[in-house]
């Protein structure tokens, strides 16, 4: 069985001791970048199922979201991003910039280390396309193959994100029934969300505007208001 390779990047030493003490004891193979430079040529010459950014980088020529978005058009494994700043604005950019996930420090290991678990499924799941759904699901010109976990519109191939594919995917199989937010989290994410609605804000913005004619008038993920979202049945 091949180890699961994880990309740890960030400049503080204490974090990256911590967390790749924490993470080694698991059994996971981990690698460390410094900065924007060593992070994309690591991840051009090898694969990596995770990655783990520390967006608060203090050397003024490093963003830490900009690499978030470098690594997110090298690789389609999940993110994980860390950071001090717990403002919603940030977590909204982190993750229309590529994140999966975001985790404000300081957390407790035992939290970390589940969503680090979480995202290792998600990723695992997509890889190996593990899924007992019949093969095709078609709505309108949208089709969702789950054996191959393509989508495609008039025929022309939707590239989505693991997390994106694993949204619309959840929705449609549940097409027609309302789908409350803690419901979508934790199918998607994991048992241990529930309360991030902001990820769903824009997970379901990403997912409009490359499926939907017309993102302000979606014909395929509908909004219940202060409920969640439906997948409209098959016109």
């Known amino acids: 069985m091949n180890s699961v390779k994880i990309l740890l990047i960030s400049e503080e030493p204490n974090i990256l001791r911590t967390l790749r003490r924490n993470l080694i004891s698991r059994g996971y193979e981990v690698s460390i970048a410094l900065d924007d430079q060593e992070a994309v040529d690591m991840v051009c010459c090898e694969e990596f199922d995770l990655y783990i950014l520390d967006l608060d980088f203090k050397t003024p020529q490093v963003d830490g979201l900009a690499i978030c978005r470098q690594v997110r058009e090298l690789s389609h494994a999940p993110i994980i991003v860390l950071s001090t ?126 499926i939907e004619a017309d993102p302000l008038r979606p014909a395929y993920i509908l909004t219940e208001p202060g409920v969640g979202y439906r997948f409209a049945r098959d016109r």
């Open 85 to 210: 700043v717990g403002s919603e604005a940030t977590k909204i950019e982190a993750l229309d910039l590529g994140a999966d996930d975001y985790q404000v420090m300081p957390f407790s290991m035992g939290e970390f280390l589940a969503r680090v678990r979480s995202a290792l499924r998600r990723w695992a799941t997509y890889r190996t396309g593990a899924l007992n759904q019949n093969n095709v699901i078609l709505s309108g010109e949208l089709l969702i193959d789950t054996e191959s976990r393509q989508v495609t519109i008039k025929g022309d191939e939707i590239h989505l994100t693991p997390t994106e594919y694993e949204l619309l995917h959840y929705l449609a199989q549940n097409s027609g029934k309302v789908i409350t937010h803690r419901e979508l989290l934790q199918s998607v994410w994991g048992p241990e969300y529930g309360d991030e609605r902001e990820y769903l804000r824009v997970f379901i913005s990403q997912l409009r505007r490359k």
